[in-house]
């Protein structure tokens, strides 16, 4: 009989873990976020009227059975997405750290916000690979917020697991992006239960030498590129020089998955540009109703 009870005890223990880990969706915009700066195009007159924004693209992660949550980004809006993980956290949470990808404006310069004009952080871990680290040392005002020990560096190294607890693995994959400062990563979060892919930012899928679809099978979800829906977004823009995977692209990439796998794949990291920032435009509806999902902010992954 004891030993039965130990059994379920030890079941019991393995739920609550399962529950108690999760990724919190606190932005899915590219980096200027929407409304965009002096943007008068249909796409952001409404948010102007409403006064809605979307923010820039960010994760939180919670772990309570450690007591600890974790940002992926640290974006413009670091005040507000801070604050909501937060309070998803609760009071108990205490703040382990920022994960970085690279060194695009959306991504990094709500490091700021940790600095002395605003937090007055003590030694707040930030998590990055090799050029990133290297690229917030030997530049201001980043430099400062080390030397002045507001943040701490912790080194990543690609495709070399982080582990912050007991029974959480992060994992740092180098992507192919436009690495003018620094390297580009994604990481693969590795709960209890399951596993997220996010790759908030990439080249085109075929630039990369790693095929997408093998590391999609091997994960419960993948938070993947999707910064412009086709090639007609931009018309003043040369979009070969910002070559991000256009949504219609990935559907047809994808087309010959299985629904099961489709069912995995979270379109993120919108430009202002994009229709599925609208819940309820023609485009977020095809998506949808091909077997895909479209993040958005607020929604929850057990890990």
Known sequence: MK?????????LIQGLVGQEVKLVVLGTAQDAGAPQIACKKDCCAD????????AVVALGLVDASNQKHYLFEATPNITQQLQDLNSIAGNTSSFGGVF????????????????????GGQSVPVYALPKMRQFLKNNGPWEQLI????????????????????????????????????????YLIKGPRKTALFIPDIDKWERWDTAIESLIKKVDYALLDATFFDGNEL???????????????????????????????????????????????QASKEVRTKGYHIARSGLELSL
């Open 147 to 186: 030397s002045e020990k507001y943040i701490a560096l912790r080194p990543l190294l690609a495709s070399k697991e982080e582990k912050v607890s007991d029974h959480v693995e992060i994992t740092p994959i180098q992507v192919p992006h436009r690495d003018e400062y620094s390297e580009t990563a994604g």
């Open 235 to 281: 018309p003043n823009r040369d979009m070969a020089k910002i070559p991000h995977p256009f949504v219609t692209e990935s559907l047809v990439r994808f087309d010959s998955l299985a629904a099961s796998e489709k069912a995995k794949i979270y379109f993120i990291h919108f430009n202002h540009t994009n229709p599925l920032l609208k819940v309820n435009s």
């Open 47 to 54: 948010l102007w009227e409403s006064g809605k924004t979307e």
């Open 100 to 119: 970085l990808t690279h060194a695009h404006m959306g991504h990094y310069s709500g490091l700021l916000f940790l600095g002395k004009e605003a937090l």
């Open 3 to 11: 030993n039965v009870f130990s059994f379920l005890f030890f079941l």
